[in-house]
């Protein structure tokens, strides 16, 4: 063999090699799952590029628009501790995206839903087909499908009150959220709750089950009025400073109850102008009755009393009224800045047993403390129903109905109450 042929023959060897050699490194990257190439996150590494969110998925007190809100800081253990007890209920969630059969799954992302805003669960399971579907656990006093009825519920009034924000005070998610915006919300540390007072929609029932929840009292019906609304025994959140304030908001359930705005002002009339008040008729009765009342006798302009309820509407609607808002008759939207803050749980007053009942098997209330039904104010009176409500708006023009459905325009709209009159636009 010459050492030509000797020299041509190794190169031809040498390329075999490297030939053989691609391929098989073309067969193991195609046979290797995508999966395993892509970078994992380890702890003290964030990654920059993170998958997009809908808004429904972003927890309490988070924002889009930066970090201006509350953020949120709960942890699993927590909302596992929390959790209803019942047995397991299967619960339809929104349609999921095809999962990757060749990934695997990773237990530690697989995330938690937090309380309320995502299905409550005492443990994520995953059934024997393989599926990952959320297993919650039902009050112990409803039935498996009144329990989902309620958290479903939850879920609309949640999402009506966030459509209504976003179209009308887009602004509000960029605002920090200061002492003014929480100083109605109530505090009880202990089963880390967050209340939004409402007046003249439970809201003195609610401050005795917070005071039960504490171990400030052992039954509700052992708390006076006084003591509710005087006594300084609940903090408010104001109170806090900002660190304080700011975990509160972001870690415990933060809730309110609401009512239909005309019966609720109604009821505020009745309550306050309808009988002997030592405040509201020296300070908003003199001031009402001596701008809307002509030819008002001395009697009247002396004591405050009897103001009729076209009266206390002209001062309600008067852009320069004579004496400033009170919380019984202002907006909601402003009391509780549902905007701005995050709100896990919205009842109504028009359901208010079933929907109290369900927050405290939810919040895991003690098991004999219940809602209480009693009248707190002027037992022997009617409460202000619907029938009622519509006696004392007929004495109003429709243009005066119209300018006060006007004015509770996004209480209207943010917690989804129809209209109260038909010749209302």
């Known amino acids: 063999m010459t050492p030509r042929a000797g020299t041509m023959r190794l190169a031809c060897m040498f390329s075999s090699i490297l030939l053989f050699g691609a391929a098989g490194l073309l067969l193991f990257i195609s046979l290797q799952d995508p999966t395993e190439l892509s970078p994992r996150q380890v702890p003290g590494i964030k990654f920059s590029i993170r998958p997009q969110q809908p808004y429904n998925d972003l927890p309490p007190g988070s924002s889009r628009d930066g970090d201006l809100k509350a953020p949120t800081e709960k942890v699993t253990r927590d909302l596992s501790s929390r959790a209803p007890r019942g047995l397991n209920l299967l619960v339809p ?47 112990p006093w409803a039935a498996d499908g009144h329990w989902v009825t309620l958290h479903r519920s939850q879920q609309e009034r949640k999402q009506v009150m966030r459509q209504a924000c976003a179209k009308y005070r887009a602004s509000s998610s960029r605002r920090a959220v200061t002492p003014r915006h929480v100083s109605r919300l109530f505090v009880e540390d202990r089963h880390r709750v967050l209340y939004c007072e409402v007046p003249k929609a439970g809201c003195s029932n609610w401050k005795r089950v917070l005071m039960v929840m504490a171990g400030l009292a052992s039954s509700t019906a052992d708390i006076q009025h006084n003591t509710v609304h005087y006594g300084g025994a609940l903090r408010r959140l ?188």
């Not at 799954?105 to 443990?123: D, E, G, V």
């Not at 008040?277 to 009897?306: C, D, M, Q």
């Not at 119209?402 to 209480?411: E, G, H, K, S, V």
Request: glycine share 4%; proline share 7%; charged share 25%.
């Open 93 to 139: 969630d929104r349609p999921r995206a095809p999962r990757n059969m060749g990934a695997r799954l990773r237990p530690r992302q697989r995330r938690r839903r937090l309380l309320i805003k995502k299905t409550p669960a005492a443990a994520a399971a995953v059934p024997a087909n393989g599926s990952a579907g959320p297993f919650v656990r039902p009050a």
């Open 238 to 425: 104001d109170t806090f400073d900002r660190q304080g304030i700011l975990h509160r908001l972001s870690t415990y359930t933060k809730m309110l109850f609401v009512r239909e705005p005309f019966e609720r002002l109604v009821s505020a009339f009745r309550d306050k102008f309808e009988h002997p008040n030592s405040y509201y008729h020296p300070v908003f009765g003199k001031a009402i009755l001596a701008r809307y009342r002509a030819n008002a006798s001395r009697e009247a302009l002396r004591t405050g009393s009897g103001v009729r309820f076209p009266e206390f509407v002209q001062y309600l609607l008067d852009v320069h009224r004579p004496v400033g808002m009170d919380i019984h008759w202002d907006h909601v939207s402003r009391l509780c800045s549902p905007c701005l803050i995050d709100y896990d749980f919205v009842g109504k007053f028009e359901s208010m047993e079933e929907d109290a009942n369900f927050f405290l098997s939810l919040i895991r209330a003690p098991r004999n403390l219940t809602f209480p039904q009693f009248k707190d104010r002027h037992s022997q009176e009617a409460r202000t129903t619907a029938q009622i409500t519509h006696q004392y708006f007929t004495q109003l023009s429709a243009l005066q109905r119209q300018r006060t459905y006007d004015f509770y325009y996004m209480d209207y709209l943010m917690f989804n109450y129809s209209k109260p009159f038909a010749d209302l636009y």
